[in-house]
């Protein structure tokens, strides 16, 4: 499970970069469908109409010790963004928007994560059942913390 400052920071990120009105906006005036976003702990239902989403997960998440007195610790995990297109519609807008998301979080550090690069959209056979297309990007993370307590708590 990543620590809560990873999922903040995440959430904060795609709050403030791929949901903000400006966000969407830009999105709607380059024809792609709006998207909504479901995160760790937000539950929704999935659009009736086969309505693109995004969904977020966090599938591993690993804590090592950094230093010998047991106080500064770093967090390596991966974010997982599923991005869900209505399936038998044409997916080059849902491709776009993954590239979209991959460059949001390509390389950057905000809110003390250092995230690297994405891996490509997965396509493969899951995606021949459902209602929905799914392209999956995982970025891999890290993210040092400190327990103040260390070996002397």
């Not at 998207?35 to 929704?44: A, E, K, R, S, Y």
């Not at 770093?74 to 807008?93: K, T």
Request: glycine share 10%; aromatic share 10%; proline share 7%.
């Amino acid at each position: 499970m990543p620590q809560k400052a990873v999922v903040d920071a995440v959430e904060a990120r795609l709050l403030a970069r791929w949901s903000s009105p400006e966000a969407v906006a830009e999105r709607q005036a380059a024809g792609l469908p709006e998207c909504p976003v479901l995160g760790i702990n937000i539950t929704g239902e999935t659009p009736p109409d086969g309505d693109t989403y995004l969904q977020v997960q966090y599938p591993v998440a690993n804590v090592s010790q950094m230093d010998l007195a047991g106080t500064i610790y770093r967090e390596e995990g991966a974010v997982r963004l599923i991005l869900n297109v209505q399936r038998g519609a044409d997916f080059g807008p849902g491709l776009t928007m993954a590239g979209g998301l991959a460059t949001l979080f390509r390389g950057r550090k905000f809110d003390g994560v250092q995230t690297f690069s994405p891996s490509s959209p997965v396509i493969d056979d899951r995606n021949e059942e459902g209602m929905y297309f799914s392209l999956s990007i995982s970025i891999p993370y890290q993210f040092d913390f400190v327990d103040q307590g260390g070996f002397y708590a």
